[in-house]
């Protein structure tokens, strides 16, 4: 199987053929890789529109939560790999690309998942916090597909399936040439 953006379409149509389509399509919306996360939009999309049925973001961190449960009286963080060095930390309704050596100390106990978050836990429990490292590095199929049914029966606000950026890209487009005469 492909692990390209280009090959993703012909293995999700080789998982799906002869199924049935689902009620609804979720698109995990980040924040993450920017290429990933434009591929996961689009085809989430072209999916959804080729079934008729409706297309629903799920952020990282929502899914990351209800993959983790409860977590007693800690506060749950998020972390996920950014540009070397760097992690976007999602605390409550905050989210920031921070670089490690400058995530902020919690006030209390804290809870880390995301695939950056033995990074970050490391560097909290070096500062001497009181930080619990979850198994929760991706979120679960089941955790998501519960967030968007809860979205699509007006339980969660509206998200739509389009990426969210921890920080703007850093590339830029090339000039334009003049056409040829």
Known sequence: ??????????????????????????????????????????????LAQGWAVP??????AEALAATVGDIATRALWVAIAARPGHIHLIRGAQSAVVACADIPHPAGAVAI???????AAAWLAARGADVMLTAARTASPAAIAAIARERLAG???????????????????????????
Request: proline share 14%.
């Open 155 to 181: 339980q969660r606000p509206a998200l739509p399936p389009l990426p969210l950026y921890g920080e703007p890209p850093r590339v830029t487009a090339a000039p334009r040439r003049p056409a040829p005469v």
């Open 1 to 46: 199987m492909s692990t390209d953006a280009a090959g993703l379409a012909l293995a999700v149509h080789g998982l799906l053929a002869g199924r049935a389509a689902p009620a609804a399509v979720a698109v995990g919306v980040g924040p993450g890789s920017f290429t990933g996360l434009r591929a996961a939009a689009s085809l989430g999309q072209g």
């Open 113 to 119: 998942a995301g695939d950056a978050a033995p990074l």
């Open 55 to 60: 297309c629903v973001g799920v952020a990282a």
